[in-house]
């Protein structure tokens, strides 16, 4: 069934409104300054190595910010997780020297076939069964990349709000392994 109207949920809030949590996170959260507070947490865990160049790093607080006003605002989880996305593809920049990589499943190509990172380095839940190595590596960069692509491409798409500070730490650590050798900022990386 096509929606007619916008719902209040996804509709701008009222300056007086601005800092209730949203009504999806209100459904599913008994106590909600408790939660808010697990969710802050959770995020301001996600750390950057001081390896990291500061244009990412800044680049990524702003993916740490938005994701955080998704309590809010529960669709900026998506936001938040595609500026992270970004931060990677910037931070890949960098670390390659390299604009002639064109998209992001060629720079992370690119990374792994440099040892900057490594296929155990991306999430699991990418994971491939092929067992040659080209084949793994296209089929997990193909799963990474469609995640994203289906972040910025499809409206109704709406990641796990309680799961998205994994996925944006599995990200960070990401940016971590390409800049230098460093411990992940959450011990279970996810998506």
């Keep these: 069934m096509k929606q007619e109207t916008i719902s209040n949920c996804d509709a701008l809030k009222k300056p007086d409104s601005v800092f209730e ?3 999806r996170v209100r459904l599913f959260s008994g106590d909600i300054q408790r939660n808010f507070d697990l969710f802050y947490s959770s995020i301001n865990s996600i750390k950057l190595s001081d390896q990291v160049p500061v244009e990412v790093q800044v680049h990524f607080e702003t993916a740490k910010n938005t994701l955080l006003y998704s309590f809010y605002a ?17 931070g890949l920049n960098i670390r390659l020297g390299a604009k002639k ?3 992001l499943k060629d720079k992370m190509r690119r990374a ?7 296929l155990d380095d991306i999430p699991f839940s990418f994971r491939s069964i092929a067992t040659e190595p080209d084949k793994q590596l296209d089929e997990i960069l193909h799963n ?10 499809d409206p109704d798409y ?7 500070p994994k996925s944006l730490a599995a ?3 990401l940016l ?12 279970d990386s996810g998506f």
């Design 74 to 90: 529960y669709r900026m989880s998506t936001v938040g997780l595609l500026y992270g996305f970004a931060s990677l593809e910037k």
């Design 112 to 118: 792994v076939r440099s040892g900057h990172i490594t």
């Design 176 to 187: 971590n392994k390409l800049f230098g050798e460093c411990e992940p900022t959450q011990s």
């Design 158 to 164: 709406l990641n796990i709000l309680w799961q998205s």
């Design 21 to 23: 949590a949203d009504e």
């Design 171 to 173: 990200l960070g650590d």
């Design 101 to 103: 990589y064109r998209g």
């Design 144 to 153: 990474f990349c469609d995640f994203r692509n289906r972040l910025a491409h």
